[in-house]
């Protein structure tokens, strides 16, 4: 049975080319005492539920809606009366592409059923309004992965009546392979600073606003009564008063506030994750992270459910001669994880970064794994393959992973790459992630025991190898790619960034040493999973290509004479230069480095000062590669952990950062939740315990992590200090 049936995808005509777009869709629903009632709904590109004026629910799933388009069902009863209800759905459309959405066309389509009958369809007679409240079209954007930030005005009454229109249909419609996230209580508010403030002279974008105004501190508050409210007074004419609040730790949701004013005003919202600016820092570059909302006189609550943000601090600017504010911060939203799994060592430093790992982690799975929760919230593969193996281990999530790993394939492109950040539409990609992919395959595999959706996803592997092994010279090495399209970017550090939106003409560079180890990672963990479905031929076919791009990888990046590694190769010369840490690591990691030169390599990556040093990014291949020789190195790699982690942490960090750089990173513009930081938690569970599977032997028992389904586990280990 199709659900969906009779129901149409909808908008309000006129506006279905208006980017930034909010519209009302109004349902009546007489609801008869025992019946169930179930609502099915999906959105382009996002929308809001309310039943009797309370917001209820929301969240789609980012998707590919061309391929397949996802639905959510839950129940509504207990939200509903018997009697006479009234539904409201918000839908909003971003309508243009981004790092977190792929342009499709807007729409809602719902259906709400009583006792599994349809008895609401979103129709060409349903009810639309276009929404009065919400600013549509272009407004300030947050990033540009992220796009449009918002406005509103809650004091506008004037109502307009649209027409529905049905825009498109869907030819394959599933529901959400994940869980809905949970809705939390907003958490507790400090009041960090207080006073009026004079706007600057920058004032271009709202975040200018507050970024650069002239802030004067106000009086001190002890034991504040927020049930009353914090009532704060304008000491000037003009502008208004501004507050500071700290909610604790990082928080990844929706913006809410309850203010009180005397006079329709503006207020402006601002977030953050530091105050290193003796403020918010509400601007970044291009970067915008501040909102505007118009409030009529009187008490106001309102919550902002389309677009999460991420951050530790919220400000507010009020335009008013004073505000009393009962609340601004953050309402949460979690992803219901399978499990929430402990460790414990004898080192209470590796406990608290285990839990903080833990965290992070968290705060970066929504509707897929991403990045971070501040500025870009982006499904990368590089990222998510670092927070997949954390993910296997501390909360036994695999659902989760299959659903991201989904949508990465779903991004194949003409060139037979990638898309850098799925589900999007981005200008360019990383040549090197696309080889990731294939080792997050197998490594879900591996953990998993999902033998059919590992066979379901190889032909986008083995595409994505087969473009690699084509691209593969007569050096018998891949070249760097060098259209304006491809990004050779491998680590945050000087020679190894590349560079972003040019064409590389430069007769320097030819090969890479780290997209030669991912693409032999790559060969290999394909052939690994045709080892598994039994095919033989294939599978010493794709073996066969990775062993024969190592050994020559190895012949033309070793120095034999220093027992180390270059980075780069140019193309005329064969002059070789760079010496990382990363083009050591990748070459003991990927099995491109011969055992019996592994000893030396380690030593060099290790203690040779000359060499670029790895970032958070990759620390899983430096601290794997030195764990080659644990009984060497393991005391030093759990030392380096406590000494890059410890220090974020002595930082006042409730979350582990994307650089250890910090906020200053990147232009000032550094992430302080990061997911691929969370690598520890897997060095944990594979080194000081021993978790791991078994080979192709492990596969069939499905599950790594013994079959308690949350517990401490204890490390015993020479590692730490007993």
Known sequence: ????????????????????????????????????????????????????????????????????????????????????????????????????????????????????????????????????????????KVTGQLSYSFECDLSNTNAVLGEAVETRKFEKLEPRPIKKLVVKDAPKIRLMANGSFLDGEKVDRMGDKMQFAYMGFGERYENINYEKGLELVRRHEKDGVYAVFDIGREESGFITFDIEVPEKSEIMLGWGEHLDDVRIRTVVGGRNFAARVIVPAGRTKFSHYFKRCGGRYLSVHAYSPSVKIHYVGIIPTDYPTTSDISFKCADHIHNEIYEICKRTLLLCMHEHYEDCPWREQALYTMDSRNQMLCGYYTFKEYDFAKASIRLIAQSIREDDLLELCSPARVSITIPCFSAIFSLQLWEYLLHSGDIEFAKEMLPVAERVCENFRKLTDANGLIPILKDVEYWNFYEWKPGLEGSIGKVDSSDEISYDLPLQAFVALAYESVGKIFEVLENEEKSAYWHANSVNLKKTTHEYFYDPANRYYFTKIGKTTGERFILSQLAQALAVYSGICPEAEIDAVLENMAFNDNFIKITLSNSIYFYESLLKRSEKYGRFVFDDIAKVYGSMMKNNATTFWETAVGGDDFGFAGSLCHGWSAIPTYIYFRYCLGIYPDGLAQISKHDVIPETISGVYEAKTDYFDN
């Open 1 to 140: 049975m199709n659900i969906f049936e009779n129901a149409k995808f909808i908008w309000c005509k006129g506006y279905e080319d208006t980017v930034n777009c909010y519209v009302d869709f109004f349902e009546s629903l007489t609801v008869k005492k025992g019946s169930e009632y179930r609502i099915y709904i999906t959105a382009d590109s996002n929308y809001a539920l309310y039943i009797n004026d309370k917001y209820i629910d929301g969240g789609q799933f980012a998707d590919y809606p061309d391929l397949c388009k996802i639905y959510d069902d839950f129940d509504i009863t207990e939200h509903l009366s018997e009697g006479d209800n009234e539904i409201e759905i918000i839908g909003y459309c971003q309508n243009e592409d981004s790092s977190t959405y792929r342009k499709g066309t807007p729409g809602v389509m719902y259906v709400i059923t009583e006792n599994g009958i349809p008895v609401v369809n979103s129709d060409l007679d349903t009810v639309v309004y276009f929404d009065n409240h919400y600013k549509s079209g272009p407004v300030d």
